[in-house]
C-alpha cells in the first residue's frame, strides 16, 4: 500500500501577479521568471540587431557608461553599425540617464568630408 505520501520538500507552488508558476521554498516573493524578463530591459545591446550588437561587443562597449565615451562618429565607424542604431542608443542612453553619446566633432556638415586646414 502506498500510504506514504512523500513530501520530500518545503516547496509550494506560488502564482505571481504576472500568472507565472514556480516554486519556492522559501518566503520570498520573487517571481524568478519575472526576474529574468527584468534582465533584458537593462542590456540595451538587447535593443540592437545581431550586427550591430557584435561590432560594439567587439569593442568592448557593452555597457551605456562605455558607450557614453564613444562620440556619434566613432560608432558609426564600427563595421556592422547602421544608422538606425543611433536613435536606439541615444534612446537607451537617455533612459538610462546618462548623456546622450557626445558630439565629440561636428556632424552637421552632410554634404561630404568636413576639411578643416
Ligand atoms: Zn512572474
Redesign the pocket.
Known amino acids: 500500500m502506498h500510504s506514504q505520501k512523500m513530501t520530500a520538500n518545503k516547496q509550494t507552488l506560488k502564482t505571481?501577479i504576472?500568472g507565472?508558476q514556480f516554486f519556492k521554498s522559501s518566503v520570498c516573493p520573487t517571481?524568478p521568471?519575472?526576474e529574468e524578463e527584468r534582465k533584458p530591459k537593462d542590456n540595451f545591446l538587447s535593443l540592437l540587431g545581431a550586427p550591430a550588437r557584435r561590432a560594439l561587443e567587439k569593442d568592448g562597449i557593452t555597457t551605456l557608461e562605455k558607450l557614453s565615451t564613444y562620440s556619434e562618429k566613432e560608432i558609426l565607424t564600427l563595421h556592422g553599425m547602421g544608422k538606425s542604431t543611433l536613435p536606439k542608443l541615444n534612446d537607451a542612453s537617455t533612459k538610462a540617464g546618462l548623456s546622450l553619446i557626445k558630439n565629440k566633432l561636428n556632424l552637421r556638415s552632410k554634404n561630404g568630408d568636413n576639411t578643416c586646414t
Do not use: Q
Open positions: 505571481c504576472n507565472h517571481c521568471i519575472c
